[in-house]
């Protein structure tokens, strides 16, 4: 590959007064329909809206603090998803009964999965089975690999006029021969629990706009590290993979709390360089044991999203789960690292079911 040169901004950082934090943090909350908790926690995923106020560069910089040395001995925090999940599955029970009780009725999520792809059939298990231990209804259409679009399209029709259905998932990826755009644009923008729409996608990305939903996996990324309190404000965060899916979504996330992101992908050039730089590394390549040691910088944060089957006999269904980062060597240099599985997973099944109980809230005031 060839050489990339690296150009470093310094910049100095101004101190905001709390009266204007408030009053930017307050911006978020709009339209009214939404309880001051559920605000403040779509608020707290999507980040402080502060405005861009750039500091003049004074004409002799001064010499900087020398860096904290580094605890080479402290062994590395391993986040967990699995208590995380635990905590927002028992906390969406509560709003299930509570919504049962309220308006005599439950949320309903529809899951539709095209083919025979053992991976996509285990992701589907996982999330049937999460909508049954929070009370959430669970409808799962299943087509085979030689059905048509259009009959995949009718499926999704089907949902989006069912008004027990609040929230529709159509499993990716689809075979080949099948226009996912079309398919994943049929469904109801106030369904769209999986937050692929265009309309929920441009929000994200527009400062000071609330998009109805996140996609699950991005949104499971900022719960991890918000839920461990890591610092993500002017943090250097490398994204690696810009799908869709996780990594358009979740470098978008970043920037909306002020971090300065990087996206790695199948064409970067050095991308260990450009990673081996990051205060944060987020990866979803879909590239087992991608990321080596060798490309973190010590100290570093690692979220895991790659979840990628490997054959193994002995497993229960002849495959496994490893990761895109090499867990024995990262482990050695990161100061906290999500494990696959364990990590980032049962976090993003809990984003969903949060995306559906929203889903269902909204709609359950429309009616009244």
Not at 140 to 147: E, F, G, M, T
Not at 223 to 229: A, F, I, S
Not at 284 to 313: C, F, H, M, Q, Y
Request: glycine residues 8%; contains cysteine.
């Amino acid at each position: 590959m060839g050489g990339a040169m690296a150009f470093t901004w310094r910049l100095t950082k101004r101190r905001m007064a709390p009266a204007l934090f408030s009053r930017c943090h307050a911006t978020l909350i709009v339209g009214g329909s939404k309880t001051e908790k559920e605000a403040a926690t779509t608020t707290s995923i999507l980040g402080p809206d502060l405005p861009d106020i750039w500091s003049p560069l004074p004409t002799s910089l001064p010499r900087p603090m020398p860096m904290p040395p580094v605890n080479h001995a402290a062994p590395p925090t391993i986040i967990d998803g699995k208590s995380i999940a635990e905590e927002i599955r028992s906390e969406i029970s509560a709003d299930v009964l509570h919504l049962k009780s309220s308006y005599g009725k439950v949320p309903g999520l529809a899951v539709i999965l095209v083919g025979q792809r053992r991976d996509s059939q285990s992701y589907v298990r996982y999330k049937i089975k999460a909508c049954n231990q929070v009370g959430i209804r669970s409808l799962l259409a299943q087509l085979p690999d030689s059905c048509s679009e259009d009959e995949v399209v009718d499926s999704v029709t089907r949902f989006n006029q069912d008004p027990s259905v609040h929230g529709i998932l159509v499993q990716l990826p689809l075979p080949q021969h099948m226009d996912e755009e079309r398919i994943l644009g049929a469904i109801s923008l106030q369904k769209d629990v999986d937050g692929f729409h265009p309309l929920n996608v441009g929000n994200l990305a527009l400062r000071g706009r609330q998009p109805l939903f996140i996609p699950c996996a991005a949104k499971a990324c900022l719960q991890l590290l918000l839920r461990h309190q890591i610092d993500l404000m002017g943090k250097h965060a490398v994204v690696i993979g810009r799908s869709k899916v996780v990594g358009l979504p979740t470098s978008l996330l970043l920037q909306r709390h002020h971090a300065t992101v990087s996206i790695v992908h199948a064409f970067t050039h050095r991308p260990e360089e450009i990673t081996r730089e990051a205060d944060i590394v987020i990866s979803a390549a879909g590239v087992a044991n991608l990321v080596r040691g060798s490309w973190l910088k010590r100290g570093s944060v690692v979220i895991d999203v790659g979840t990628n089957p490997i054959e193994d006999p002995d497993s229960e269904h002849g495959y496994r789960l490893t990761g895109d980062v090499h867990f024995d060597e990262a482990v050695k240099v990161a100061s906290a690292i999500t494990p696959v599985p364990g990590g980032v997973g049962p976090v993003t099944i809990a984003m969903l079911l949060s995306n559906t109980l929203d889903a269902a809230k909204e709609a359950f005031r429309s009616s009244v």
